[in-house]
């Protein structure tokens, strides 16, 4: 990267490839601590420069079928009789017709993640489906159904290799004349196929991090131990192999056997920069970690090092922690990471940057991040500095959940407490001028005038409740407003016949909270009917974002609540443009909705940098 490559201009930004988008930050930071500067880089995943490289030679694309654009037309023929008629399609449509529309749904989202995914690393099964191949295979009716028409990446790869894969095709154009491509280990072979060709108009750089010092492209995949087989030779022996091994390096295994059987691409040179972790000296040599990396590095069946008789508690390397609650591991974590910073047995001294903290899924820890390690960035002795990756943009966003509620009105009992909790979120109570002291109020005054649950008799009826008014909201609300109105607690007869015992406890000030409740109810009541019915996508943009414009008539005055909020209306208007792409106007029911945006809001945000 410090000398310009041959042929380019100075100014000409390197390529890098890199195994996701997070680790951009991360790995720019490292070359710039090591060599003073690192700039003018350009960092693109094996995605983005394949779809590049496919652009630059066959031209753009405007029919990529990605999972998103798959879902609705996979949605629209598990959801067609027609097609559920077919001999061959009996098991799906025993799966999806029913009772529950959810079914259909989300099998078209797994079924457009697969497809999804057969794009890159199944190119052939697709293209032979094209060809009639298979004709009872479900998977293949359903491929013919949906791609008919469409110029999808698994036919431009095809395209792209036909033309320029091999010594005596033309040369791909507008590829860059130097690639580095740093960790990318899980690749599938056509997107190697075409990052090797880069290799024909320049030169290609593969920086592979490997555990193992020697070819491992061999490794068998980890087989069922009997228990008697586990109780002889344990856990990590059975098999012959390194259990560790062949439980996490499925993916290194894969492309370790791509590039090591020279079938789809052929390395010119290889320089091994391999270390025995064994050898790393220092004081930590010998520990429990280094001692397990080490026999991973020669790929060792059985440990190479003399069992220790008993836990020595002070090797730091490696420690398992058994805590009771989430709150309580981020405190075990911090302590010990704070020990790991000032034990001067590493050198050079460990940094916060040092250290990546997994979990299978960050969002349930988000509310103790700020109250256990401090403020991001704080350099104060007691706080720990962090970066968030792969969390949802809107995880622990009150404004996120507030929407999600939303979208369940058609299912909800209206309890008080929970339709009172919903009316004092921060955003709608500051965009409808509902402070505390207001909010308390007026769950004292409904909780003496009897309001329990129910908008009303007609909407307990839904829920197999008797259709009667007694204790709902339609009760509470015409207890005080007649006693407002009669100053008195006499005995008044509605027009229906009913009598009404009225509650005088209304001040004159505060008529203007409750009137804000009646209005914010009346606007729940009317969605709560709206939003039970199936509807085009387009349709359900439109109530979706007139739900949120009357419930927030003022916008946000936290920077944070507005960007939470424009996140959302982009999210409802992308749920549309989705389905108006595809090609997709028909119902979808409010099941369906609910389960998309509540995937949607969940999902984490890959591209956030380490």
Not at 548 to 561: E, G, N, Y
Request: proline residues 8%; glycine residues 6%; contains cysteine.
């Amino acid at each position: 990267l410090r000398t310009p490559a041959p042929g380019a201009s100075p100014l000409a930004p390197d390529i890098v490839l890199i195994p996701q988008v997070a680790m951009r930050r991360w790995l720019q930071a490292t070359l710039a601590a090591r060599h003073g500067v690192a700039a003018n880089i350009e960092f693109l995943t094996p995605g983005e420069f394949l779809g590049h490289a496919l652009k630059a030679n066959l031209g753009p694309s405007e029919d990529e079928l990605d999972p998103e654009t798959l879902h609705w037309p996979l949605y629209a023929a598990l959801t067609d009789p027609a097609l559920l008629a077919k001999p061959a399609m009996a098991a799906i449509a025993a799966h999806v017709q029913g009772n529950d529309p959810l079914r259909a749904w989300s099998l078209a989202g797994e079924l457009a993640q697969v497809f999804g995914k057969y794009q890159a690393w199944r190119r052939d099964w697709l293209l032979r489906w094209e060809g009639g191949a298979d004709p009872d295979d479900p998977q293949a009716i359903l491929w013919r159904r949906i791609a008919r028409g469409h110029h999808h990446r698994a036919r431009r790869i095809q395209q792209y290799l036909d033309r320029f894969e091999g010594a005596q095709r033309p040369l791909p154009q507008g590829l860059p004349s130097r690639l580095l491509a740093f960790a990318t280990l899980n690749v599938s072979p056509d997107v190697l196929r075409v990052i090797a060709t880069q290799a024909r108009a320049g030169t290609l750089h593969c920086f592979v991090p490997s555990p193992v010092k020697d070819y491992w492209g061999d490794l068998q995949k980890v087989r069922d131990v009997p228990e008697s087989e586990l109780a002889t030779e344990g856990a990590l022996l059975a098999g012959g192999e390194s259990r560790l091994l062949q439980a996490w390096g499925a993916a290194g295994v894969d492309f370790m056997r791509l590039v090591g059987n020279y079938e789809v691409v052929h390395a010119s040179a290889e320089f091994a920069a391999h270390a025995d972790p064994a050898d790393s000296g220092g004081q930590l040599q010998g520990s429990l970690l280094r001692r397990l990396q080490s026999d991973l590095f020669h790929r060792r069946g059985e440990p190479g090092f003399p069992l220790r008789e008993e836990v020595d508690r002070t090797d730091p390397s490696l420690q398992l922690h058994a805590c009771h609650t989430r709150l309580r591991e981020l405190q075990v974590l911090r302590d010990q990471l704070r020990a790991l910073f000032d034990d001067d047995r590493f050198d050079p001294p460990l940094q916060p940057r040092d250290v990546a903290v997994l979990a299978p899924d960050i969002d349930p820890y988000l509310p103790y991040l700020e109250a256990v390690f401090g403020g991001r960035g704080d350099a104060s002795a007691q706080a720990i500095p962090y970066a968030l990756a792969d969390a949802s943009p809107l995880a622990n966003e009150p404004l996120a959940e507030v929407f999600v509620r939303l979208l369940a009105l058609p299912v909800s009992r209206f309890g008080l407490h929970e339709t009172l909790d919903l009316l004092a979120s921060p955003a709608l109570a500051e965009a409808n001028g509902l402070d505390a002291p207001a909010i308390e109020r007026l769950q004292s005054w409904l909780e003496a005038a009897g309001a329990r649950w129910g908008l009303d008799g007609e909407h307990r009826a839904r829920f197999d409740a008797p259709e009667d008014d007694a204790y709902t909201w339609a009760f509470a609300l015409d207890r005080l407003l007649l006693g407002h109105a009669s100053g008195s607690d006499a005995l008044i007869r509605a027009s229906d016949g009913r009598l009404v015992a009225p509650l005088p406890e209304l001040e004159g000030g505060a008529l203007e909270a409750l009137d804000t409740l009646v209005r914010l109810l009346r606007v729940l009541a009317r969605h709560a009917k709206v939003l039970d019915e199936a509807m085009t996508p387009a349709q359900w943009r439109e109530r979706l974002l007139e739900l949120l414009k009357a419930l927030l008539p003022k916008p946000p005055s936290s920077p944070a609540s507005q960007r939470a909020l424009d996140r959302l209306r982009t999210l409802v208007d992308g749920f549309a443009k989705t389905a108006e792409k595809a090609g997709f106007d028909a119902p979808v029911p409010a099941e369906a909705v609910r389960a998309h945006f509540g995937a949607v809001l969940a999902e984490a945000d890959v591209r956030a940098p380490l």
